[in-house]
Nanobody, 116 residues
Framework: QVQLVESGGGLVQAGGSLRLSCAAS????????MNWFRRAPGKQREWVAR???????YYADSVKGRFTISRDNAKNTVYLLMNSLKAEDTAVYYC??????????WGPGTQVTVSS
């Protein structure tokens, strides 16, 4: 089992930036991909970005060019740098770990609110 804890959420004005962090612990040898998802009020959960152990990176079209996912293997931490934030980026952001596109562990989430 992998335990995940997100941090770095908060309130930011439109056009601003935030960096989310996700610290992983436990059986991290069992995973090969880390993801960020988000759920906006009244909407379904949306996949945002993925980084694999091999360094492959993928983004949803809605965040491509604005968000950057990265990892620090020494700290077992994944980051999501969010620039040029928009009101529609307001959501609870979740870190998720798994293999390929299959998610097996979720963090509790961190709230990001973008004021317009």
């Amino acid at each position: 089992q992998v335990q995940l804890v997100e941090s770095g959420g908060g309130l930011v004005q439109a056009g601003g930036s935030l960096r989310l962090s996700c610290a992983a612990s436990g059986s991290i040898f069992s995973i090969n991909a880390m993801n960020w998802f988000r759920r906006a009020p009244g909407k379904q959960r949306e996949w945002v970005a993925r980084i694999t152990n091999g360094g492959n990176i993928y983004y949803a079209d809605s965040v491509k060019g604005r968000f950057t996912i990265s990892r620090d293997n020494a700290k077992n931490t994944v980051y999501l740098l969010m620039n040029s934030l928009k009101a529609e980026d307001t959501a609870v952001y979740y870190c998720a770990a798994g293999t390929g596109t299959l998610v097996s562990s979720w963090g509790p989430g961190t709230q990001v609110t973008v004021s317009s």
